[in-house]
């Protein structure tokens, strides 16, 4: 069956974090897709909402099937069922890692640039918040390894919270570089938490390592924890709910005892059907919104390069959001996202993602072509007398 990406669905008036505007605003901000979630995931929401009774709801066999199946055969990630537990989301799931790995006042690490929420739920959290920069070389991103390496001693950092792939820079880190960071972390005895959220947004030409599976390999996993959901990969976030991986007995206990400390082991019934039939039936769905996306990015990149050459696009490795350099039209990163407003067009202003974001804006293409183009002219116009 050929998905229809080109529909554009009018999601004003429903709530929608993305579409928040009273007037014709394009939004390619939030990672969240414009797309109809698959045939098949509406489907299985379809057929609970008529059963009619939505009680309370445990996870079924069938569901660690499907997780079990998705994760060993695209990523050889072999997991077993007491392998696997729930998490209301990634970010929830951030923010109990730092119950399970350290106290008030501990260093994690993070890089620079990140996703919001890495630096907010450490300070919420009352951690020390340590920043390692991503070095730019050859218009990619790379972990610097010498600069982590001095910070978790000089910090004594304990924690460290891994983007992979990352966000928003879109690299998906290599089993060399990656293999190179557990190393390092293991010579130093600090944990990581590796957010995979991204994970079945790699495009063409790339490879996804799960970090659990080279933690294993080398003799940490009892250090180790990954975050992942079908959330982002199947554009359901508003369904809300994820997994957290961990393969050691002792870990796994303690980590299933603080969710049930914190009441947070649970997700609604919708979340464990929807979660079942995107890993058992969405993998067609997602290989055409892959297609679809790595056309969106071009068109984009083809945009920039023809328009805007002086914006420095970072080309993604994953996922549908792409990191520009705005730096040769702004002085003020505030007066920046003012203008793309003005526009009525909205981006995500870098500077959200850390110091490194500093006159940098993150755009989603995630949206039928025809908006995509809107939005890009919009773009145009912002700059073009700057
Ligand atoms: C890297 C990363 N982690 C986590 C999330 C959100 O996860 P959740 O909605 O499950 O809390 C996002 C959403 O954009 C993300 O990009």
Same mark, same amino acid.
């Given at each position: 069956?050929?998905?229809?990406? /080109?529909?554009?669905?009018?999601?004003?008036? +429903?709530?929608?974090?993305?579409?928040?505007?009273?007037?014709?605003?394009?939004?390619? &901000?939030?990672?969240?897709?414009?797309?109809?979630?698959?045939?098949?995931?509406?489907?299985?929401?379809?057929?609970?909402?008529?059963?009619?009774?939505?009680?309370?709801?445990?996870?079924?066999?069938?569901?660690?099937?499907?997780?079990?199946?998705?994760?060993?055969?695209? %990523?050889?990630?072999?997991?077993?069922?007491?392998?696997?537990?729930?998490?209301?989301?990634?970010?929830?799931?951030? #923010?109990?890692?730092?119950?399970?790995?350290?106290?008030?006042? /501990? #260093?994690?690490?993070?890089? /620079?640039?990140?996703?919001?929420?890495?630096? +907010?739920?450490?300070?919420?959290?009352? $951690?020390?918040?340590?920043?390692?920069?991503?070095?730019?070389?050859?218009?990619?991103?790379?972990?610097?390894?010498?600069?982590?390496? !001095?910070?978790?001693?000089?910090?004594?950092?304990?924690?460290?919270?891994?983007?992979?792939?990352?966000?928003?820079?879109? $690299?998906?880190?290599?089993?060399?570089?990656?293999?190179?960071?557990? #190393?390092?972390?293991?010579?130093?005895?600090?944990?990581?938490?590796?957010?995979?959220?991204?994970?079945?947004?790699?495009?063409?030409?790339?490879?996804?390592?799960?970090?659990?599976? =080279?933690?294993?390999?080398?003799?940490?996993?009892?250090? *180790?924890?990954?975050?992942?959901?079908? +959330?982002?990969?199947?554009?359901?976030?508003?369904?809300?709910?994820?997994?957290?991986?961990?393969?050691?007995?002792?870990?796994?206990?303690?980590?299933?005892?603080?969710?049930?400390?914190?009441?947070?082991?649970?997700?609604?019934?919708?979340?464990?059907?929807?979660?079942?039939?995107?890993?058992?039936?969405?993998?067609? &769905? =997602?290989?055409? *919104?892959?297609?679809?996306?790595?056309?969106?990015?071009?068109?984009?990149? /083809?945009?920039?390069?023809?328009?805007?050459?002086?914006?420095?696009?970072?080309?993604?490795?994953?996922?549908?959001?792409? &990191?520009?350099?705005?730096?040769? %039209? !702004?002085?003020?990163?505030?007066?920046?996202?003012?203008?793309? $407003?003005?526009?009525?067009?909205?981006?995500?202003?870098?500077?959200?993602?850390?110091?490194?974001?500093?006159?940098?804006?993150?755009?989603?293409?995630?949206?039928?072509?025809?908006?995509?183009?809107?939005?890009?002219?919009? *773009?145009? #116009?912002?700059?073009?007398?700057?």
């Amino acid at each position: 069956m050929q998905y229809n990406f /080109d529909e554009i669905i009018d999601r004003r008036g +429903t709530g929608s974090l993305k579409w928040h505007y009273s007037d014709d605003t394009i939004p390619l &901000w939030v990672a969240d897709m414009d797309f109809k979630a698959a045939p098949p995931i509406l489907a299985s929401v379809q057929r609970v909402a008529e059963h009619g009774i939505l009680g309370y709801t445990k996870p079924t066999d069938a569901l660690y099937e499907a997780i079990i199946n998705w994760h060993g055969s695209r %990523y050889g990630l072999q997991l077993t069922k007491d392998k696997i537990l729930f998490s209301p989301g990634v970010v929830p799931s951030l #923010a109990l890692m730092m119950q399970i790995f350290t106290e008030v006042g /501990d #260093a994690v690490m993070v890089n /620079d640039p990140i996703y919001t929420p890495f630096t +907010t739920k450490v300070q919420q959290n009352k $951690r020390t918040l340590v920043m390692s920069a991503l070095k730019e070389v050859e218009g990619k991103y790379q972990l610097d390894l010498k600069d982590i390496e !001095a910070k978790i001693i000089e910090h004594k950092v304990k924690l460290y919270l891994l983007c992979n792939p990352h966000n928003p820079g879109g $690299r998906v880190w290599t089993a060399d570089e990656l293999k190179a960071l557990l #190393a390092l972390c293991k010579k130093h005895d600090v944990a990581i938490v590796s957010d995979e959220i991204h994970q079945d947004l790699t495009l063409t030409g790339h490879t996804f390592t799960p970090f659990l599976k =080279l933690a294993e390999a080398a003799g940490y996993a009892h250090k *180790v924890v990954s975050l992942t959901s079908m +959330t982002k990969t199947f554009n359901v976030a508003g369904i809300k709910g994820s997994m957290i991986f961990a393969k050691e007995d002792a870990l796994i206990k303690k980590i299933s005892q603080q969710q049930y400390l914190n009441d947070e082991y649970e997700l609604n019934l919708f979340a464990y059907t929807v979660m079942q039939s995107a890993y058992e039936e969405g993998g067609e &769905w =997602l290989g055409q *919104v892959l297609a679809y996306i790595e056309n969106n990015i071009e068109t984009t990149l /083809d945009f920039l390069a023809g328009h805007l050459p002086n914006i420095k696009v970072m080309r993604p490795e994953a996922s549908y959001l792409i &990191w520009l350099d705005c730096s040769a %039209y !702004a002085q003020d990163d505030q007066a920046l996202y003012d203008k793309l $407003r003005e526009a009525k067009v909205e981006l995500n202003s870098g500077i959200k993602y850390g110091r490194e974001g500093h006159l940098k804006m993150r755009i989603n293409v995630a949206c039928p072509e025809a908006l995509l183009r809107e939005g890009l002219n919009r *773009v145009y #116009a912002a700059f073009k007398g700057s």
